[in-house]
Antibody
Framework: EVQLVESGGGLIQPGGSLRLSCAVSGFTVSNNWIMWVRQAPGKGLEWVSVIYSDDSKYYADSVKGRFTISSDKSKNTVSLQMNSLRVEDTALYYC??????WGQGTLVTVSP | DTVMTQTPLSSPVTLGQPASISCRSSQSLVHRDGNTYLSWLHQRPGQPPRVLFYMTSERFSGVPDRFSVSGAGTDFTLKISRVEAEDVGVYYCMQLSYLPYTFGQGTNLEIK
């Protein structure tokens, strides 16, 4: 069974850093592409970043230079390092395989 | 960026009646590999999105037959033949043919 489980969210002050992790099972990150999608409270869905099986990485303009996606093939996890966090980064962050499999999300709240 | 425009944004429907959601992209979603990476997602309140269809017309496992899709290029439609109570929530189209991946604004399906 395919599962993605996010962790690492929390309350952080503006300018701070958080590292989100996505533990996957039922498939290997080395053979799939994984993305992060976020949803601000009461808002729609926003694509954040993607990492492909060849380790190429792409980011939304809104997070470029602040967020870094990576994968650990030995642990079968994907991480999102988020630096210089802003109030507008407050959202529920989902880990997604392709568009077919979604985690439950982890909440990031950036507030003074 | 590829802009995805959904109509309507709100759809009050009577149980047992049909519903239809349109999704239009600002450019053709035919990828250079010949595939069209358009997905339809359904999000119930308080839950993560779940995919209904991916690659335009591939039905995800467990999706009821009352859901169907059509379209190509820039114009796509999701139809529900007879709306049931469990179909309430927000429907999104998402394109994965071009980076950055983008979503429609969402269509809120509610029961009259």
């Amino acid at each position: 069974e395919v599962q993605l489980v996010e962790s690492g969210g929390g309350l952080i002050q503006p300018g701070g850093s958080l590292r989100l992790s996505c533990a996957v099972s039922g498939f290997t990150v080395s053979n799939n592409w994984i993305m992060w999608v976020r949803q601000a409270p009461g808002k729609g869905l926003e694509w954040v970043s993607v990492i492909y099986s060849d380790d190429s990485k792409y980011y939304a303009d809104s997070v470029k230079g602040r967020f870094t996606i990576s994968s650990d093939k030995s642990k079968n996890t994907v991480s999102l390092q988020m630096n210089s966090l802003r109030v507008e980064d407050t959202a529920l962050y989902y880990c997604v395989r392709g568009s077919e499999y979604w985690g439950q999300g982890t909440l990031v709240t950036v507030s003074p | 960026d590829t802009v995805m425009t959904q109509t309507p944004l709100s759809s009050p429907v009577t149980l047992g009646q049909p519903a239809s959601i349109s999704c239009r992209s600002s450019q053709s979603l035919v990828h250079r590999d010949g595939n069209t990476y358009l997905s339809w997602l359904h999000q119930r309140p308080g839950q993560p999105p779940r995919v209904l269809f991916y690659m335009t017309s591939e039905r995800f496992s467990g999706v009821p037959d009352r859901f169907s899709v059509s379209g190509a290029g820039t114009d796509f439609t999701l139809k529900i033949s007879r709306v049931e109570a469990e179909d309430v929530g927000v429907y999104y189209c998402m394109q994965l043919s071009y980076l950055p991946y983008t979503f429609g604004q969402g269509t809120n399906l509610e029961i009259k």
